[in-house]
């Protein structure tokens, strides 16, 4: 069976830090890996996606993720965090048949 | 402006009093799905649809049901709701599988 595990429920950082959530799957198919990001009260935004091609794919506000096949992990990092990254962070994977399934969540909080 | 609709947002009801979410997105998304997210377990799939009139289960679907009568809605109906479905339910959409989901602002239930 398919399954997608964020490693670390909790991650806090220091602001200016960099950052790591990591992310693998099981899969025995192709697959379609995302990361999202949820604020305070609000829906799921799409930080970035990966579907094919170069394996390092950049996201939104300066996130980036690393597609590892061998390793079956998906791990979103920044560089250098602010403030407003205080969010929480899924990880899932889809397997094309319009199944998607999410990660339990990464928590991170930056602290000044 | 392109978006996902979720009504109520919050919702407090009784133990067997049947009720519906209602979801609308306006981008004539062919892919809805339904999702509830709890502490620690992450977004888990109750129900998506791939296009008017076809529903498939996702990994959670008891005491739910679900109906893609018009391409625009996909309503959450709880026949008898129980105190183990009081959770975050949000609704999403995509163009195609693959694709980026939007989401709904997320509809807060307690089943007392």
């Known amino acids: 069976a398919q399954s997608v595990t964020q490693l670390d429920s909790q991650v806090p950082v220091f602001e200016e830090a960099p950052v790591e959530l990591r992310c693998n799957y099981s899969?025995?198919?192709?697959?379609?890996l995302f990361w999202y990001v949820q604020y305070p009260n609000q829906g799921l935004q799409l930080l970035l996606k990966?579907?094919?091609?170069?394996?390092l794919v950049k996201g939104i506000n300066g996130f980036e993720a690393e597609f590892n096949k061998s390793q079956t992990s998906f791990h979103l990092r920044k560089p250098s965090v602010h403030i407003s990254d205080t969010a929480e962070y899924f990880c899932?994977?889809?397997?094309?048949?319009?199944?998607?399934?999410f990660g339990a969540g990464t928590t991170v909080t930056v602290r000044a | 402006e392109a978006q996902v609709t979720q009504n109520p947002r919050y919702l407090i009801t009784v133990t067997g009093k049947k009720l519906t979410v209602t979801c609308s997105q306006n981008?004539?998304?062919?892919?809805m799905s339904w999702y509830r997210q709890d502490p620690g377990l992450g977004l888990r799939q109750i129900y998506y649809?791939?296009?008017?009139?076809?529903?498939d289960k996702g990994d959670v679907p008891e005491g739910y049901k679900v109906s893609r009568k018009e391409k625009r809605n996909f309503p959450l109906i709880l026949e008898s709701p129980s105190p183990n479905q009081t959770s975050l339910y949000f609704c999403?959409?995509?163009?195609?599988?693959?694709?980026?989901?939007?989401f709904g602002s997320g509809t807060q239930l307690s089943v007392l």
């Open positions: 899932a994977v889809s397997w094309g048949d319009y199944k998607l399934s």
């Open positions: 899969s025995s198919v192709s697959v379609y």
């Open positions: 990966y579907l094919s091609g170069s394996t």
């Open positions: 981008m004539n998304h062919e892919y």
């Open positions: 649809s791939m296009n008017v009139e076809v529903t």
């Open positions: 999403a959409s995509c163009r195609q599988g693959g694709e980026k989901l939007f």
